[in-house]
């Protein structure tokens, strides 16, 4: 099978790579083509790839190319992971935010809009190609805003592109581990959309363990998001938040730990990415093992400032190993070789959650197999979630109408309708603030 990569020369390629390498059963992916618009940095990546291949014998075969149309000719996967603006349009996005004394993180609040708004288009000319060159590839989206990007391409391709996110399976694994049970064998009952959701439930061997859960403190206050929300919160919400609601629930906290931080997350990793693509351009550098180092650093300062400002502490070292890498293989394989799965998975809704309409994007687990990705049924979220869950989604219904249409005016509705932006003087000034920075939004009349 064939695999093409889009964001091909990204940093967090060789980790889909590596779990290729894993894989030696008949209908594994042979051939992995690797498509950006910077050769340097598809360099640098194939450079890795190939030290991660060496004495495997059965490894896939690496091309490189910058010719979107070629890459996705005859593709029976491909893997959306590009980045619109790259590193410095995320510091950007955090810059202009926190300017104005709001959130700027790449996929919630003023920082995903911004960045949904100059991907959007971009999504779309993909999926159209995708429909036009490859139309029986499945496309498999890791781009974020994940869910946003999802469903912009699923109105092109439908149930044919599916996100993905190791957010909930990371959720899952810290939950059942520490209520002693295999991660592997555990039903997570989780339901929202993405970056914004909630484990009700985690069932193993038939029996609901989470209430046993929610009535410890000091089970709660032993993993990492009892760190970050508190037991005490917990308790009161009766679930476990997917950490990125720490945005929502702790919000002031947040905003006011980026604005004292020395770098924004984006600036961060604009930087220490520049520094390992400048270390790849030397011939004689070990390409693994640079890569690990910087990946270590990375994993290891991820969500900093949301765990200072809970008193969180370090992460765990068994957070520190990612795993969307595992979810995009499980996934392919379910498909590839009808190898039934269970998934969280970001697809289009259905009749899974009834206060949101058929073709919007959520994300729930999902039994896949060679039809695609199917959601489950799941019970309806309490009103608190369900109010969270219907404004973001119109948000994210008006960043989709704003990239179409072209409307500043629409797009400045999207970010005043945000429950994290708190004026419509604020949302105007960031939609002037960001036009301003990102040459991708000049579309916006």
């Known amino acids: 099978m064939k695999l093409t990569i889009l964001g091909g020369g990204g940093f967090r390629v060789p980790l889909v790579y590596g779990a290729l390498l894993t894989d030696h059963a008949e209908g594994r992916v042979t051939d992995v083509v690797l498509h950006d618009l910077d050769a340097g940095r598809l360099d640098a990546v194939t450079r890795v790839l190939a030290e991660q291949a060496a004495g495997v014998p059965d490894a896939p075969a690496v091309s490189a190319t910058t010719n979107l149309d070629a890459a996705l000719r005859g593709a029976d996967f491909v893997f959306s992971a590009i980045r619109v603006g790259g590193l410095e349009g995320r510091a950007n996005d955090e810059r202009v935010a926190l300017a104005e004394g709001v959130l700027g993180q790449e996929t919630v609040g003023a920082g995903g809009i911004a960045y949904g708004l100059r991907t959007v288009p971009v999504a779309v000319d993909i999926a159209q190609r995708v429909a036009r060159l490859a139309p029986d590839a499945w496309v498999i989206n890791f781009t974020n805003p994940a869910g946003l990007v999802t469903e912009a391409m699923s109105r092109h391709l439908g149930d044919r592109v599916i996100g993905i996110c190791d957010s909930p399976v990371g959720l899952g694994r810290r939950i059942a581990r520490v209520l002693g049970g295999d991660p592997n064998q555990a039903w997570i009952d989780y339901v929202g959309l993405n970056h914004l959701g909630w484990v009700r439930g985690l069932h193993i061997a038939g029996r609901d363990e989470l209430p046993r859960l929610l009535a410890d403190p000091g089970l709660l206050g032993s993993f990492e998001e009892g760190k970050l929300f508190g037991a005490d919160w917990l308790q009161s919400l009766g679930a476990i938040p997917n950490e990125y609601l720490h945005y929502y629930y702790f919000n002031r906290e947040t905003v006011r730990a980026y604005q004292q931080a020395e770098k924004t997350r984006g600036a961060f990793l604009r930087d220490q990415q520049a520094h390992f693509y400048e270390q790849m ?165």
């Open 281 to 445: 351009r030397d011939p004689g550098a070990g390409a693994l093992a640079t890569w690990d180092r910087t990946r270590a650093e990375r994993e290891a300062t991820y969500m900093a400032e949301n765990r200072e400002s809970a008193g969180a502490g370090e992460r765990d070292a068994d957070d520190l190993s990612g795993g969307y890498e595992k979810v995009a293989l499980a996934l392919m394989r379910a498909i590839a070789r009808d190898e039934r799965a269970t998934l969280i998975l970001n697809v289009r809704n259905r009749t899974t959650l009834s206060v949101l309409d058929t073709e919007a994007v959520i994300e729930v687990p999902c039994l896949v197999d060679a039809g695609g990705a199917h959601p489950v049924t799941v019970a309806p979220l309490p009103d608190h979630a369900t109010g969270l869950v219907c404004a973001v989604k119109a948000v994210e219904r008006e960043v989709l109408s704003a990239a179409e249409s072209g409307s500043r005016t629409t797009a400045e509705k999207a970010f005043a309708l945000h429950p994290l932006v708190d004026s419509v003087n604020v949302a105007r000034r960031l939609v002037e603030g960001y036009t301003q920075v990102h040459p991708g939004l000049a579309y916006l009349k």
